[in-house]
């Protein structure tokens, strides 16, 4: 849950502001709108149970980092936000996830419609190696029926340029995706997801593989894209978390530890398990 | 609070040397303005010249903590308690230089006053001079003991120090009425007053940068926290 925001008052004395920890006086500002609703979600692959009754609330045009140590799950809940997990043999699921209040889990709700809903973007890019860049970019269009292609070519060139990608490629547009370097491969994924026009991006280490400038590029181009999409991104990079998100989730072992502003969780967070691994005091 | 160490012992090491640099130089600090004091108080020149030449090593402390501070940021960027810690370090350096400033001033001052005839008007002086040095040491035991009800206690002494420079000052402007002969010794009086009084203003500051770099609260400027 979003942590609730106490302002302090002027009549409170030195000591009483001290005794109860003020988070930014930010009550003027309305609650954010909620795009997912995540509530005692665990997950078991086979006996293994991989998270533990996480509830989670992630906020709609923000950007939410989840943290955390390998294998504590953020993967695997970022995967449950669009239903990915499902993918893995011998997976059972317990709790709700709401994507704008719907069941994302309801029997009646088909996965391929939640995935085109909720795109993912992977730790490596991995663009379709017997395609085109074009047909990269308007693939999961034409997959789904779209054969006009004044539309895709309007999507394509509309993808590509929310990518910040169409002034490097558009002469290009016949070659391979693979052609193109890794940065350049990441952001045709994110084009590639952004066609079919999703509500939500998850990126699970989208720069884990990418040279510091391919990772501004990407981080700058998220920045843009919290405008109009809710981002909710899996980082080991701490730095890269403290930069790009509004939000921080940190789990460990399965379980979520803290979840706040992120603001908050890399200046003061409340936990000391939280504190332990943001300050490299782990193990 | 006792941390666990970091992963990275390099990490500890650094910081641990920051520490030392601001606990050394709060020492200095201290025994600066004590030299300066007892130099006015026992008329002692050397003591004064003491507390002058201390300065130097003050001036440079704070140069190499800004550095240590600088570098931490760049090669650990430490975040939470650690990020916190190196703020309030870098910070506490500036607020140490400037009182160790002021004790430069009040030696230079006790200098001119010791080769005057002596005034019964210095004790004037005493109890601003004990108060003020009880809230740098209060402020500097807050900052290492990562004390918030000291750190927020020294804020309050703050007041009762700026009322006995009121009280000495008013009391000094009522002699140089009296006797202008001593018009001179008395002004450098008030202005040893004055530095007093800013020594409490900065170990103020180092007070409340303690409470921050403990519990992440910034009790500044009370008045202005419901509203920014």
């Known amino acids: ?283 | 609070m006792v941390a666990n160490r970091h992963i990275l012992g390099t990490f500890d090491e650094s910081l641990s040397a920051l520490r030392n640099n601001v606990l050394m130089m709060a020492g200095l600090t201290e025994r600066s303005l004590e030299r300066a004091m007892k130099g006015l108080f026992d008329r002692d020149d050397d003591l004064c010249a003491n507390a002058i030449a201390d300065d130097e090593e003050i001036d440079q402390l704070e140069m190499q903590i800004d550095k240590d501070g600088v570098a931490i940021l760049l090669r650990f960027q430490p975040v939470a308690s650690d990020l916190r810690r190196v703020v309030a370090a870098m910070k506490l350096s500036s607020n140490l230089e400037r009182m160790a400033d002021q004790g430069t001033t009040i030696a230079r001052r006790a200098r001119k006053l010791n080769h005057h005839p002596p005034l019964p008007e210095v004790e004037l002086i005493r109890p601003m001079y004990e108060h003020a040095m009880s809230m740098f040491k209060d402020s500097i035991d807050a900052f290492v003991r990562e004390d918030v009800d000291l750190g927020c206690a020294v804020v309050t002494r703050d007041e009762k120090l700026d009322e006995l420079n009121h009280e000495a000052s008013r009391k000094l402007i009522d002699r140089m009425a009296q006797d202008r002969e001593q018009l001179r010794g008395y002004l450098n009086l008030i202005f040893i007053g004055r530095c007093l009084e800013r020594v409490g203003d900065h170990a103020t500051n180092i007070a409340e940068e303690a409470v921050y770099a403990a519990a992440a609260q910034d009790i500044r400027h009370p008045s202005l926290t419901a509203t920014t």
């Not at chain 1, 000591?15 to 309305?30: D, F, L, N």
């Not at chain 1, 995935?115 to 890019?125: E, L, N």
């Not at chain 1, 308007?138 to 054969?147: A, E, F, K, Q, S």
């Not at chain 1, 909710?232 to 990079?237: D, E, L, M, R």
């Open chain 1, 1 to 283: 849950m979003v942590n609730v925001i106490m302002a302090t008052t002027p009549e409170q004395s030195v000591t009483e502001r001290i005794e109860r920890p003020a988070q930014p006086p930010v009550s003027a500002e309305p609650p954010p709108t909620l795009t997912f609703e995540a509530k005692n979600v665990s997950i078991w692959y086979g006996e293994k149970q991989a998270i533990e009754n996480v509830s989670l609330d992630i906020a709609s045009n923000a950007v939410t980092a989840i943290i955390g140590p390998s294998g504590c799950g953020k993967s695997t809940f970022l995967r449950a936000l669009n239903r990915m997990h499902e993918l893995v043999p011998k997976t059972r699921m317990d709790g709700t996830v709401l994507l704008h209040g719907e069941d994302l889990y309801s029997k009646t709700v088909d996965p391929a419609i939640v995935r085109r809903r909720v795109g993912m973007i992977f730790q490596k890019s991995n663009p379709f190696p017997t395609m085109t860049i074009g047909e990269n970019v308007v693939v999961g269009l034409r997959l789904n029926g779209v054969r006009n292609q004044k539309f895709l070519n309007e999507r394509l060139e509309k993808s590509l340029r929310m990518a910040a990608l169409w002034d490097e490629v558009k002469d290009d547009l016949h070659k391979p995706g693979t052609s193109l370097s890794g940065g350049q491969q990441q952001r045709l994924c994110i084009a590639r997801s952004l066609a079919v026009e999703p509500e939500v991006i998850l990126m699970d280490e989208p720069c884990s593989a990418l040279d510091p400038i391919a990772t501004a590029k990407i981080e700058e181009l998220i920045h843009e894209l919290k405008a109009k999409y809710t981002i909710v991104t899996v980082t080991h990079n701490m730095q890269q978390a403290g930069r790009i998100s509004d939000y921080t989730a940190f789990m460990y072992l399965g379980r979520l530890i803290e979840f706040g502003p992120t603001t908050k969780i890399f200046t003061n967070p409340t936990e000391k398990q939280t504190e332990d691994y943001i300050t490299g005091r782990f193990g």
